[in-house]
Every structure is written in structure tokens, then in C-alpha cells.
């Protein structure tokens, strides 16, 4: 498969909030993307837009930095947001029932760099980086080898 990208721009949280809206609406079970970027990069606060865009009543999204995964029930199907910041092996990645995930929810993953082989291959990944010369402003790189992301993507982009 051939692999494909995007570059995006978010100007503000409020860009970035409307990507992450358009990304939920058209996820599903089986669908993972991977949320890649330093610390302060704006990960968790991009999986958290997407999660409350997919409830009937947007409630508070902690981040699973010590939890290791939250999961939601959403009306597009199970949702599960994982932290995999403080893995330190894939051995914990099975432990988390992470990997069964992958093909049977909607899966946000930060720090994927910590799965290493597991993985799924039809992912989306998004590496974000922010703009030193204009801190509320985030870079995305995506990029996905599965042909099911080309309109996913096309769409979104603006």
C-alpha cells in the first residue's frame, strides 16, 4: 500500500476543535488514529474535542495519562482513548486489552511510538507540532496507507 499525506494548519483551539468534530463524525468501530507530537503539542486536547463531539451530552474528558485508557459509549459505537506515554513495554499494551480494541472500537491513541508492532495498519496518524512564532497556532502532518482515509481526509482538509 502506498503511503499518502497532508499538511494542515489549525490557527486556534477553535481549529483544531472543528477538525477533530469532522474527524468524529465519520469514524467508526475498527477506525484507530494515532496522535503523535511532544508534550504541549495538542494531543489529548484533540482527542478530547473528538470525544465530546460524538456525546449526546459533552461531559468532562480527563486525560488518561494515569489511567492508561478511558472508554466511552458514543452513538458512533465504543470509544477508547489511551495515554500509552508511560508503557514501557508492548507486553502492557496487551494487558490494557488494547489491541482487541482495534478491531472492535473507535480507538484514539496518543504516544503510539509505545506500540510498536501492534499497530494496526489501516491507521491514521496525525503528528502535530506547534508554531514557536505563533503558540496558539498547530502543524498536522496526517498520514495513512489504507485507501479507506483518501476521502476522510480530502474532506477535512480545508
Known amino acids: ?3 499518502r499525506h497532508a499538511k494542515l494548519i489549525f490557527h486556534s483551539e477553535t481549529d483544531t476543535a472543528r477538525f477533530a468534530a469532522a ?3 465519520v469514524l467508526r468501530p475498527g477506525d484507530t488514529v494515532l496522535l503523535d507530537g511532544d508534550i504541549g503539542a495538542g494531543k489529548t486536547f484533540l482527542a478530547r474535542s473528538l470525544i465530546q ?9 480527563p ?6 485508557v478511558q472508554t466511552y459509549d458514543t452513538p458512533a459505537g ?3 482513548h489511551s495515554d500509552l506515554y508511560r508503557i514501557s513495554s508492548t507486553d502492557e499494551i496487551e494487558e490494557l486489552g488494547l489491541t482487541d480494541a482495534f478491531n472492535t472500537a473507535i480507538c484514539l ?3 503510539p511510538d509505545r506500540l510498536g508492532q501492534d499497530a494496526p495498519e489501516s491507521t491514521l496518524h496525525i503528528q502535530l507540532s506547534t508554531d ?3 503558540p496558539e497556532r498547530r502543524k498536522a502532518l ?8 483518501n476521502a476522510i481526509v480530502k474532506d477535512l482538509a480545508p
Open 63 to 68: 486525560s488518561p495519562t494515569f489511567t492508561l
Open 1 to 3: 500500500m502506498a503511503h
Open 109 to 111: 491513541v496518543e504516544w
Open 132 to 134: 514557536p512564532e505563533h
Open 78 to 80: 465504543e470509544l477508547w
Open 142 to 149: 496526517l498520514s495513512w496507507s489504507d485507501d479507506r482515509w
Open 23 to 25: 474527524l468524529g463524525a
Open 53 to 61: 463531539s460524538l456525546q449526546d451530552l459533552p461531559e468532562d474528558v
